[in-house]
């Protein structure tokens, strides 16, 4: 089946720091590539999102691109921020019965210091 | 804004006990999904509803139920608490329709099975 490999967290990055988060899938057609965040105490929020190959999803200055060739989605952002400090989740769609189902990878957990 | 709200942000129970968690979404949304977050594991899905009355198994039903009887509610029934399912619980909605729409999430329930 469909599946999402992130890199492994904790990251720990400094402020201002350039912040790149490895996201790999494996899945048959064409799925939708997503950037998930989850902010302490809350749920998830959709970060940003690619509908095709070459496309480029951006959102709050975090930026990620659907690489057909080599089957990644890897979230990039240029200076983080204390207030980025969160759990980010990589997903890709499927659809199931007329819905569209997420299929998430593990989450990688991001701590920015002042 | 689409408001996704969930019965409890903490919940703790015993073993044996039948656990009923309860979402509630405003926004006229067709689809609701149950999810578990685990450490490690990111989110998997439970069951998801694409109507009132309909339901189809995710990924892990086993040892869960679920109920929407209204279009706004979709409720999580843990027949007989086990410590194993000692986890976060997300909700989550959406529109149907053709290609993706976004799902919105609620706020978790952290449920612990004493």
């Known amino acids: 089946g469909n599946s999402v490999t992130q890199m492994e967290g904790p990251v720990t990055l400094s402020e201002e720091a350039f912040l790149t988060i490895n996201c790999t899938y494996t899945?048959?057609?064409?799925?939708?590539l997503f950037w998930y965040v989850q902010y302490p105490g809350e749920g998830l929020q959709l970060l940003l999102k690619?509908?095709?190959?070459?496309d480029k999803g951006s959102n709050k200055g975090f930026e990620a691109t659907y690489r057909k060739e080599t089957t990644s989605f890897h979230l990039e952002k240029g200076s983080v921020q204390v207030s980025d400090s969160a759990v980010y989740f990589c997903a890709l769609s499927e659809t199931l019965q007329g819905a569209q189902k997420l299929v998430f990878g593990q989450g990688t957990r991001l701590t920015i210091n002042p | 804004d689409v408001k996704v709200t969930q019965s409890s942000r903490y919940l703790v129970k015993r073993t044996g006990e039948k656990v009923f968690l309860e979402c509630v979404q405003d926004m006229d949304h067709e689809n609701m999904f149950w999810y578990r977050q685990d450490p490690g594991l990111g989110l998997r899905l439970i069951y998801f509803?694409?109507?009132?009355?309909?339901?189809e198994k995710g990924d892990i039903p086993e040892g869960y139920s679920v109920s929407r009887e209204k279009k706004e509610r979709f409720s999580l029934i843990l027949e007989s608490a086990s410590t194993n399912q000692t986890s976060m619980y997300l909700c989550?909605?959406?529109?149907?329709?053709?290609?993706?729409?976004?799902?919105?999430f609620g706020p978790g329930t952290r449920l612990t099975v004493l």
């Open positions: 899945a048959t057609g064409y799925p939708s």
């Open positions: 509803s694409y109507d009132v009355k309909m339901k």
């Open positions: 690619a509908t095709k190959a070459d």
């Open positions: 989550a909605s959406s529109l149907s329709g053709w290609g993706y729409n976004e799902q919105f």
